[in-house]
């Protein structure tokens, strides 16, 4: 009985955007990283093209972080006070790409500098080949002070700074333009409020295919619902041909895990819980996991283990590629 | 696809002779679209308008209820792609797999631990839905002892899978008025399968790698006059599990094509398949194994994902405690809007600093919302602190306000003599700086 499968022909299709540059393109990069460029939802492959699969990114800080799970400073315990050899160690736990997170203030509790944010973007690029995004500590005038530094002293590296917002995002589209870098895109799970962010950066002279977004998600049981329909409908309207939606999307599901109960909490808790470890790792997987069916074209996370089932999964999506003709 | 009260109207009489109640056949037309009226009111429709009336009334995907002593589990009757277009309505019933060939005593533990198994999620409480028997043995009388094993301790609905039909008889014989699961039916045995499932008033799990194969069956079946079955597309990966699912789905959504118009199940041992099962259309799950800390985030997603997003996510208004409060300790006070007790649970949660957290009943408005629209207001908060008896559990009576709602604190110190009225920060975000600089000085 054969059987006609109902096809979309979507008129939109996802923006590619490639993070990194290698030494012939002005970088100093190993690989680069290209995401984006699906002309249909999800890993549909019956009816478009993922010509990218999503990619995970492992995030690490520039010094032992304050607030951390335990289990996360365990997993990365030889290297966390180094983010040179923490990045390394993240390579060779399976990372796509480095996210470098700044912090407020250095191991002496001082405030950071520009120098020393400079010295440490140096370092990890030293230590990895891979692409690299470099978030500042999220204050506006700090982040707009270390990142305008850090993307001046890596010209050409194509790596992508973070984060712009509503309220803050001029100085850093500015510095990302003139110095061949890319921006993040950071708005609060609402979709017009997306659109026009990625509005106001492009109309200052930013490339479309030089942004990433950030719809922000939640974790697991702390709203996730809402940050995965707002993705779904971000990618349907990037679908349809909506301009302004086509991004690719990066999303955070290692940070909104590990900072729920469930992930950072291992005594006094329900013992329906289970075990503390593995209860925190398939937290961040699941709400990883989840926003990768949604549409997320890179992941950030934080665990070693999460990273493996992540990348896991991704190949066994993309694997059904070689299933349709 | 329900039909329009135009097209309902143009295969009735058109006669408006008033006899079932309405002035004229378009009223009652109208009155049937919105399915609060039966076609049976009206004494002159032909077979033929009958027949089509009742097929177009039929929901795309059909309800399928597993039922056992006091349980129910319900798939099927979805109506969208995306659970932003309306909502997704029957959560997935997750059922643990259990092997006859495990000893009886093993079962017998396992399966009071799975019926046992409640985690409370904002107030809800979230449990397995039952057990999916597995004949691995291919021993009639094993499978019944494992039935029977798990009978003994719990009286959750059950499916039960064999490649041998004729080794389910014996196992469904103890069971008394249920509507159990069987399969899996195929190309070989679904003859076998279909005399079984009348037999014994079971829904039938159908299984094939294409969806042609599954189409076929469940034609083949109907004919039998097997109706309640339940979709078991075999993908080769992940992808094409989701491609698979995607496609009955759409087939039955947007195609309105009968034949695979029923509930699909999920057999699932990654993580990944879990979590795809749950956002991408599966209407059963049967888990490889159980662990409570897969069980609980399981749970959770299915949650989130079957809530509604035309209504806005509650918690449940009471005192929710963070980072075990002494009665020294402030009160905080919010709205019941989910989104909005997250993230100040969240902040709180994460400062490391002690809280009452007091959610009051704003009917799940966020603080701003709420206080326009006259829910969240002195007279409220008062209501919410007395109902939590909270003069009687705090010693150092103090409140802490939204700062959103600054301009409530006169009124509350009116309603709430004896307590000092602290104002907030506006943004949650801003709670624990607000502990260190405010709150832990004086």
Redo the contacts between chains.
Sequence with gaps: MPVEIPKEKWPGSVLTVTLGALPSEGGTRKRVVTVGGETTLPFLHFEGEIPNPPVVAIEIKDRKPDDWSPLLLEAWKDVIDDPAQWAAAAEAAGADLIVLALSLTNRNGEPTTPEEAVANVKAVLGATGLPLIVLGPGQAEVDNTLLVAVSEATKGERLALGICEDKNYRTIVATAMANGHLVIARTPMDVNLAKQLNILISDMGLPLNCILMDPTTGALGYGIEYGYSVMERLRLAALQGDKMTQLPMIVTPGFEAWKAKESKVGEGVPKAWGDWLSRAINWETLTALTLIEAGADIVVLRHPESVKRVKAAIEELMAAKTLVS | MALTGIQIYKLLPQTNCKECGFPTCLAFAMKLAAKQVELSACPYVSEEAKAQLEESAAPPIRLITLKSNGYEVKAGNEVVM???EKTFYNKPGLFVKLQSSALEEEVKSLAKRIHD?????VGIELQVDGFAVEDDTHQPDKLKATLAAIRSVSNKPVMIFSDYPENLGPALEQLDNEVPLIGCATSDNWEKFADLAKRFKAALAVKADQ??TL??LT?KIKGKGVEDLVLVPM??????E??LQ??LR??AL??N?R??GYPTLAFCS???QM??AI??YAGFLVLDAF????????L??RQ??Y?D?QKP?QVQPGLYEIN?PQPTDPVLVTTNF??TY?SVA?EV??SGYPAHLLVTDAEGMSVLTAWAAGKFDAERIAKAVRAANLEEKITRKRLVLPGAVAVLSGEVEAELPGWEVRVGPREAVDIPKFYKQVLQVN
Excluded: W
């Design positions: 995306f659970r932003h198994y409640c985690v409370n999620y969806i042609e189409a076929e034609e993908g080769k990966n992940l992808g094409h989701l491609m995607t496609q759409r087939l947007k195609a094509y034949p695979v990654s993580q990944a979590v795809q956002a991408k662990a409570e800390d897969l069980l609980y985030p399981l959770v997603l989130n994902i809530t997003p996510i075990n989910s989104i997250f969240n949660e994460s």
